[in-house]
């Protein structure tokens, strides 16, 4: 048996930057220790499949380890394979997933997705965190993940965290933004007690950081360039109680998974 498999780097515009994840188009779901084996594998963050449904298609996403409920990244990946590589006519497609309906948007170069705004709140950490971190902060805030705002961009990029104390101290993940120079906002995104010492591009912390930067810039629409060593950009809005994400994404690589069974 043989599958066309394709590498997508997500929020890119060009290789070797963004979020890669693998995207492998079914006729019909294989079991689902097959589809972990090849995740495993294919050894990257998360693996995407989907099976065309006629009106809409069916999407699921493996880690090496497991599968997962919802990955974003992966959805856009997945979106721009069906736009780009299977044909698909409109200018959005749904993705049917166990959590529900995702819907992206075809917008010329980029694809676009809405999530719910997880606004953050003041709020404190130990000294021994922000040592860990490296720099003093001018504000920490919180939501779902600690955020450290920073005055410069460039106390950002200079952050080198110890990620043993990082793993101690910060159970969820760490976000440090600053504004940016020609881009609205930076930001960096630590999460090593998750297994991600340091996210190349994470989609939710947008939806914590538009919030924040709609209220302290004055305005709802952004540039934002999260600065990992593969960098990413993603354009933003805030749209009442939602974010709206979107990001270019670069086929890296097409070939052929050859599994040797009929």
Same mark, same amino acid.
């Given at each position: 048996?043989?599958?066309?498999?394709?590498?997508?780097?997500?929020?890119?515009?060009?290789?070797?930057?963004?979020?890669?994840?693998?995207?492998?188009?079914?006729?019909?779901?294989?079991?689902?220790?097959?589809?972990?084996?090849?995740?495993?594998?294919?050894?990257?963050?998360?693996?995407?499949?989907?099976?065309?449904?006629?009106?809409?298609?069916?999407?699921?996403?493996?880690?090496?380890?497991?599968?997962?409920?919802?990955?974003?990244?992966?959805?856009?990946?997945?979106?721009?394979?069906?736009?780009?590589?299977?044909?698909?006519?409109?200018?959005?497609?749904?993705?049917?997933?166990?959590?529900?309906?995702?819907?992206?948007?075809?917008?010329?170069?980029?694809?676009?997705?809405?999530?719910?705004?997880?606004?953050?709140?003041?709020?404190?950490?130990?000294?021994?965190?922000?040592?860990?971190?490296?720099?003093?902060?001018? @504000? #920490?805030?919180? !939501?779902?993940?600690?955020?450290? /705002?920073?005055?410069?961009?460039?106390? +950002?990029?200079? =952050? &080198?965290?110890?990620?043993?104390?990082?793993?101690?101290?910060?159970?969820?993940?760490?976000?440090?933004?600053?504004?940016?120079?020609?881009?609205?906002?930076?930001?960096?995104?630590?999460?090593?007690?998750?297994?991600?010492?340091?996210?190349?591009?994470?989609?939710?912390?947008?939806?914590?950081?538009?919030?924040?930067?709609?209220?302290?810039?004055?305005?709802?629409?952004?540039?934002?360039?999260?600065?990992?060593?593969?960098?990413? @950009? #993603?354009?933003? !809005?805030?749209?009442?109680?939602? /974010?709206?994400?979107?990001?270019?994404? +670069?086929?890296? =690589? &097409?070939?052929?998974?050859?599994?040797?069974?009929?």
């Amino acid at each position: 048996m043989e599958l066309t498999l394709y590498q997508v780097n997500a929020f890119a515009s060009s290789p070797f930057q963004g979020k890669p994840s693998v995207v492998i188009p079914l006729e019909n779901w294989l079991p689902d220790v097959l589809l972990q084996q090849i995740a495993q594998e294919n050894n990257v963050v998360e693996t995407a499949y989907f099976v065309n449904n006629e009106d809409d298609f069916h999407l699921r996403w493996f880690t090496p380890e497991a599968e997962v409920d919802v990955c974003s990244h992966a959805t856009l990946a997945s979106a721009h394979v069906v736009f780009t590589e299977v044909g698909h006519g409109s200018d959005s497609v749904v993705f049917d997933t166990r959590l529900g309906r995702l819907k992206v948007e075809r917008n010329g170069e980029r694809f676009r997705m809405e999530f719910r705004a997880t606004p953050p709140k003041a709020s404190t950490a130990s000294e021994e965190l922000i040592q860990a971190v490296g720099a003093k902060p001018r @504000e #920490i805030l919180e !939501s779902h993940d600690v955020v450290f /705002v920073y005055d410069d961009a460039k106390e +950002v990029a200079a =952050l &080198r965290p110890d990620m043993d104390a990082l793993t101690r101290l910060a159970p969820s993940a760490l976000i440090a933004t600053a504004p940016g120079y020609d881009c609205d906002f930076v930001s960096r995104t630590f999460a090593p007690a998750l297994g991600t010492p340091e996210d190349a591009v994470t989609e939710s912390s947008h939806c914590t950081l538009v919030p924040y930067w709609a209220e302290t810039l004055g305005k709802k629409e952004f540039l934002a360039r999260q600065i990992s060593k593969r960098h990413g @950009e #993603i354009w933003c !809005s805030l749209e009442g109680d939602r /974010v709206r994400l979107e990001g270019e994404a +670069v086929l890296y =690589l &097409r070939g052929e998974l050859i599994l040797g069974t009929d």
